[in-house]
């Protein structure tokens, strides 16, 4: 299980990234806790965070899954492909909320070829 361990790490390393902008956004900007509103560019660095978290419940247990039944190196690379999406994503929602389609589109298909292919492969085990 190496290859989904890793996608595992990378996935939660770019989290623990986008954690971190929250933290600088809110210094930056003077956003203090619990607030998250009043300043447009802390709101799309907090929104990278939480959209990530969101996603991370739909892409960990399918990368299992499909790291599991299906494919431990295809379960890698396809996990390494769902981080470098939520990087695009990012970097795409950072510099304009209205153009993270392409990123936000490809983390969830990555995500839900995980699901599908995970779970036929444990249902198809015999």
């Not at 790490?9 to 998250?36: D, H």
């Not at 509103?37 to 969101?54: H, I, K, L, M, S």
């Amino acid at each position: 299980m190496r290859f989904t361990v890793l996608a595992t790490f990378t996935a939660l390393l770019a989290y623990c990234w986008f954690l971190l902008k929250v933290g600088q956004a809110r210094k930056k900007f003077g956003i203090e806790a619990p607030r998250t509103t009043g300043n447009a560019d802390f709101e799309r660095v907090f929104r990278v965070q939480q959209n990530t978290v969101e996603q991370l419940v739909l892409f960990l247990p399918s990368l299992w899954l499909f790291g599991t039944y299906v494919s431990d190196m295809l379960a890698g690379l396809l996990g390494f492909g769902w981080t470098a999406a939520r990087v695009l994503y990012a970097a795409e929602y950072y510099a304009d909320a209205k153009k993270r389609g392409p990123g936000a589109a490809l983390t969830f298909l990555i995500g839900i070829v995980l699901l599908v292919g995970g779970t036929l492969g444990a249902v198809l085990t015999p």
